[in-house]
């Protein structure tokens, strides 16, 4: 079995905290630290934490199953599908269950409803993103050819094509789109279309490459962030003071909507692809720097990375509910005080779930 990157392990939980800060950030105007810097650091700057895990899945699948190595498709998938189809599959139920309590909506689990919520990941807004990362699985051979191609052709220039790709690909998909009478009269080709962003792996596809192409030349990867961290940190610092300046200046001047602020910026613009590929490597280059200190805290925040992502919304639900029941306004919680105890809390239900999963395997 091939070591585990310790790096790209503790990186998850970097990004876990960047996941929760985006879910928060929605809240900040209603607390008592309301503040459009607060919102920014958290739904702006806090951006590369949705891409950055297909980052990590790209590194570790190229990592796992080399290009120079045989590669069996079936076995591969069973096992990829089964990690991670099987939580999405309980926890989308889960979700459905919920909500569908909470507002009584019986709609919740008619059969059309919920292979509708399945096959785009709308059980619970966060979810989508382990139907995409399913999709990586389903074509990995594909990515596996266009890794080949990028290796064979020059690449220098094939990162770039690549990075440029995405960004057309995620402006012809940002224009409005007036659709024909076929499609709208077509309930699944409509919502294929409407959930495009829910599915379409495409949207990542760069970010993937990239720690796809990190796994193949570590070594290379490793000396440039050793050897240019002062550079790294000063693209990085650049890159987030772009964003807030734009952020500050639609704002400001042009005093535009906080929600359609954060969709200009968002993961998949210019200015939000280039920030999170600069955070990627300034974190990156973080840990390799400090990788002999005790950072016992972030591992074990990374070792339960995936069950506090499917748990925290509704730790934070539940938290806001608690507020309103006990009569306590919200407009006098703190944003640092109620972000850190979601993270304490999704932690431990994290922990108390993987507990009892081991019990009843055992």
């Known amino acids: 079995m091939k070591e585990r990157n310790v790096i790209f392990d503790n990186l998850r939980g970097i990004c876990m905290l960047g996941v929760i800060a985006i879910h928060t950030g929605s809240y900040v105007m209603d607390s008592a630290t309301a503040s459009e810097h607060i919102f920014m650091l958290l739904e702006v700057l806090s951006r590369y934490s949705v891409p950055a895990f297909f980052f990590i899945s790209g590194y570790g699948l190229f990592y796992t199953y080399a290009l120079d190595k045989p590669f069996a498709y079936w076995p591969f998938i069973k096992k990829r599908l089964a990690s991670i189809g099987i939580p999405y599959v309980i926890w989308s139920l889960l979700y459905s269950?919920?909500?569908?309590?909470?507002?009584?909506?019986?709609?919740?689990?008619?059969?059309?409803?919920?292979?509708?919520?399945?096959?785009?990941?709308?059980?619970?807004?966060?979810i989508y993103f382990l139907v995409i990362l399913m999709w990586f699985y389903i074509l990995f051979p594909l990515w596996r050819k266009l890794m080949l191609l990028m290796e064979k052709c020059n690449l220098k220039l094939s990162i770039p094509l690549l990075f440029l790709a995405q960004l057309y690909l995620y402006k012809l998909s940002a224009h409005f789109w007036g659709y024909p009478d076929w499609i709208v009269q077509n309930d699944l080709i409509y919502n294929l279309f409407q959930y495009r962003l829910n599915y379409f792996p495409f949207f990542y596809l760069f970010i993937f490459m990239l720690g796809g192409l990190i796994a193949l030349h570590y070594k290379t990867f490793i000396s440039l962030i050793r050897n240019h961290f002062s550079l790294i940190t000063g693209v990085f610092l650049l890159s987030a003071s772009v964003n807030a300046a734009v952020f500050y200046r639609h704002f400001y001047k042009w005093n535009m909507d906080l929600e359609d602020i954060v969709n200009t910026l968002q993961q998949l613009s210019l200015y939000g692809l280039t920030y999170t590929v600069a955070a990627l490597f300034f974190f990156c280059a973080l840990l390799e720097k400090y990788k002999n200190k005790e950072l016992s805290w972030l591992q074990k925040l990374s070792e339960r990375s995936f069950l506090i992502y499917l748990v925290h919304p509704f730790i934070m639900d539940q938290l806001y509910n608690l507020l309103k029941f006990t009569g306590v306004p919200f407009t006098i919680v703190p944003m640092q005080v109620f972000y850190l105890a979601i993270v304490v809390i999704s932690y431990f239900v994290a922990v108390g779930i993987h507990k009892t999963v081991k019990i009843i395997k055992i």
């Open 97 to 126: 269950a919920v909500y569908g309590f909470a507002y009584h909506d019986p709609q919740n689990w008619s059969l059309g409803e919920l292979v509708f919520k399945l096959f785009f990941g709308t059980a619970v807004y966060h």
